[in-house]
T-cell receptor, first 116, second 110 residues
Framework: GAVVSQHPSRVICKSGTSVKIECRSL??????MFWYRQFPKKSLMLMATSNEGSKATYEQGVEKDKFLINHASLTLSTLTVTSAHPEDSSFYICSAPSGSGLNEQFFGPGTRLTVL | GNSVTQMEGPVTLSEEAFLTINCTYT??????LFWYVQYPGEGLQLLLKATKADDKGSNKGFEATYRKETTSFHLEKGSVQVSDSAVYFC?????????FGTGTRLQVFP
C-alpha cells in the first residue's frame, strides 16, 4: 500500500527556536496533504490543508504565522513551527489522500515535538 | 456541520471477550466512514471502511456496518486479543477532509 513518511520522528528543541517537520509520499503523488495535531489522549485536530503550488488552507484558530506550511513538490510538504514554545509540544501527523475518491487517507507515523 | 461521536474509553476487556465501540455521525450527505487504529507509539492505520449505506467493512476480525437509519458505524470484534490493545478512531468525510471522533482506548488483558 501507499506509504507516507515523516521526519524527524522525534525532536526536542529549546523555546524560541523553529522546527521543521517533513512529510513525504513515498510511492505516489499528493497534490494535497493534511497536517493534524494530536493532544494527549485526545483526537486529531486538523490544522491545515497543504496544497502543492499554492497557499495552505488553515483551519479556524490555527495561527498561519506560527505554523508555516510549504508544499514544495508533489511528494513533499513541510510544517515549520516557528518560535516554538512549550505549549506547542504535541504529536504532529500528516496524511495524504489516496486518490481513490473515497476519502481514504494514508497517514504518516507522526512527529513528537517537545519544546523545553 | 458534520461531526463524529464515539464512545469514550478506556474500554477494558479480557482476552476473547466481545468488543463493541459505538460511533455515530452527523452529516448533510452520506459520507464515507472509516475506522483507524493507532497502536502504541505508531501512526494511524486504516482498519476498515465503508463507502455507502449497508456496506460492511471488515479486517482482522473487526467489522462495522454503515447504518443509514441510525447514522451509526459501530466497530465490533467477536474475540479480542491482547494485541488489539490500541486507540481506535472513527472518522467520516464527504470531501477530502476527514472528521475524527475523539478516539477510544482499548485495553485487553490476558
Amino acid at each position: 500500500g501507499a506509504v507516507v513518511s515523516q521526519h524527524p520522528s522525534r525532536v526536542i528543541c529549546k523555546s524560541g527556536t523553529s522546527v521543521k517537520i517533513e512529510c513525504r509520499s513515498l510511492d505516489f503523488q499528493a497534490t494535497t496533504m493534511f497536517w493534524y495535531r494530536q493532544f494527549p489522549k485526545k483526537s486529531l485536530m486538523l490544522m491545515a490543508t497543504s496544497n502543492e503550488g499554492s497557499k495552505a488552507t488553515y483551519e479556524q484558530g490555527v495561527e498561519k504565522d506560527k505554523f508555516l506550511i510549504n508544499h514544495a513538490s508533489l511528494t513533499l510538504s513541510t510544517l515549520t513551527v516557528t518560535s516554538a514554545h512549550p505549549e506547542d509540544s504535541s504529536f504532529y501527523i500528516c496524511s495524504a489522500p489516496s486518490g481513490s475518491g473515497l476519502n481514504e487517507q494514508f497517514f504518516g507515523p507522526g512527529t513528537r515535538l517537545t519544546v523545553l | 456541520g458534520n461531526s463524529v461521536t464515539q464512545m469514550e474509553g478506556p474500554v477494558t476487556l479480557s482476552e476473547e471477550a466481545f468488543l463493541t465501540i459505538n460511533c455515530t455521525y452527523t452529516a448533510t450527505g452520506y459520507p464515507s466512514l472509516f475506522w483507524y487504529v493507532q497502536y502504541p507509539g505508531e501512526g494511524l492505520q486504516l482498519l476498515l471502511k465503508a463507502t455507502k449505506a449497508d456496506d460492511k467493512g471488515s479486517n482482522k476480525g473487526f467489522e462495522a456496518t454503515y447504518r443509514k437509519e441510525t447514522t451509526s458505524f459501530h466497530l465490533e470484534k467477536g474475540s479480542v486479543q491482547v494485541s488489539d490493545s490500541a486507540v481506535y478512531f472513527c472518522a467520516g468525510g464527504d470531501t477530502d477532509k476527514l472528521i475524527f471522533g475523539t478516539g477510544t482506548r482499548l485495553q485487553v488483558f490476558p
